[in-house]
Structures are given as structure tokens and as C-alpha cells.
């Protein structure tokens, strides 16, 4: 397969998983259930992942996730193992949007 199908198929899985957030039937446990970090996140780096080469970073930085990342923290005491939609938490559903529309559009350019 090429690496351009393959990523396209990693991106279509972690818009899955985004999607079933925002259905309320899904989690993000952060790298342990997302498909482009088991292909490509290794020992801190992201090399190959095709977020890391639209944003030039590691880490999803630079992208609508820390956003997301840091409200789970903040607001829902989030361990960074079971974030998801809390208690119908608007701020929860806006920034999971985010992530969900910006692996969508990366999907698109791929
Ligand atoms: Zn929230």
C-alpha cells in the first residue's frame, strides 16, 4: 500500500474515533487508542505522521488537540486516559468539533 493510502486510512480511523466522542459512545486515551500514533509515534517523535509533516511539530502541536487536551485537564480532572464529552459540557463538544473537522480537511488534502 502506499504511504499516501495508508495515512488516508489512519486519518479515516482517528476521525472515527473523534466521531464516536462526539456520539458520546467513545474515549481518547491519547497515543494508547489512536491509529497514526500506533503507526508512528515513537520514543517522542512523530516522524512520518502526516500531522507532524502539515504542522512541521510533534506532538499535535499546533493543531486544534492541546486545546482540547488542556480543557479535559482543566475543567473534567482528565488523566489524559479517559477524555471525552462530560456531563453535555459545550466547551467538550466545540473543541472535539475542532479535532474531528481538522483530521477531515487533512483527509481531504492527503
Ligand atoms: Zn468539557
New binding site residues.
Given amino acids: 500500500m502506499k504511504k499516501k493510502d495508508k495515512d488516508r486510512l489512519l486519518l479515516a480511523e482517528g476521525m472515527g474515533k473523534f466521531a464516536r466522542i462526539r456520539e458520546g459512545s467513545g474515549n481518547d486515551e491519547g497515543p494508547d487508542n489512536c491509529a497514526l500514533c500506533e503507526e508512528y509515534f515513537d520514543d517522542g517523535k512523530c516522524n512520518g505522521c502526516p500531522i507532524m509533516d502539515k504542522t512541521g511539530l510533534v506532538r499535535c502541536l499546533d493543531t486544534p488537540y492541546p486545546a482540547w487536551e488542556e480543557?479535559q485537564s482543566i475543567?473534567?480532572d482528565s488523566d489524559f486516559k479517559d477524555m471525552r464529552i462530560?456531563d453535555d459540557?459545550p466547551?467538550?463538544k466545540a473543541l472535539s468539533m475542532k479535532e474531528f473537522n481538522f483530521l477531515a480537511a487533512l483527509f481531504s488534502e492527503l
Avoid: K
Fill in positions: 480543557h475543567e473534567h462530560y459540557c466547551q467538550c
